[in-house]
């Protein structure tokens, strides 16, 4: 067999095993049950009917632009606290690994942890090299994706988030 031949046999099978449809606005979000900084254990499902979230997922705890967002996030927060909305960022790192991070960052939201990478896969945002991409899902009460930014902008993170939510027509938090 040539190596051109072999190439091409490569690329065949990699294109049929890697996903070819992206998760895409109005679709049903895939479900988790994923560990949380906080000590709590979160699913889409305990959401339905009540409550859009937010899931801003990053590739690595401690790098550059992962601190950036999530100190974005923690300092602006009280912008997503006031629109009817749970958010979260998740990562595939050891729930250990997040919860050093989240307290290093002061981040007074919780953290997600998918060590498996099953929900990452899920979700569409886990790249090649094994990381998540730098993507944020928009998910409404019903369980359907309402936006996936792909072009963020960490160090304006909870306030582009907060402007989007708006913009989908979430509503303020209602006083309990």
Known sequence: MTANKALLIL??????SLPTIAL???????????EATDGNTYTLEQFRNKQAIVIAWYPKAFTSGCTIEC???????????????????ASVDALETN???AAENEADFPLLSDPSKEVATAYDVLAFYGAPKRHTIYIGKDGK???VDRDIQAATSAED????????????RQAS
């Open 71 to 89: 100190k974005s996030l923690a300092k602006n927060g009280h912008l997503l606290k006031a629109l009817d909305v749970t958010y979260f960022m």
């Open 99 to 101: 919860k050093e991070f």
């Open 11 to 16: 690329l065949i099978g990699l294109s049929i």
């Open 161 to 172: 988030m907060a402007a989007r939510l708006k913009k989908l027509g979430i509503p303020a």
């Open 24 to 34: 895409e606005v109005g679709d049903q979000a895939p479900d988790f049950i994923l």
């Open 145 to 147: 994706v309402l936006f």
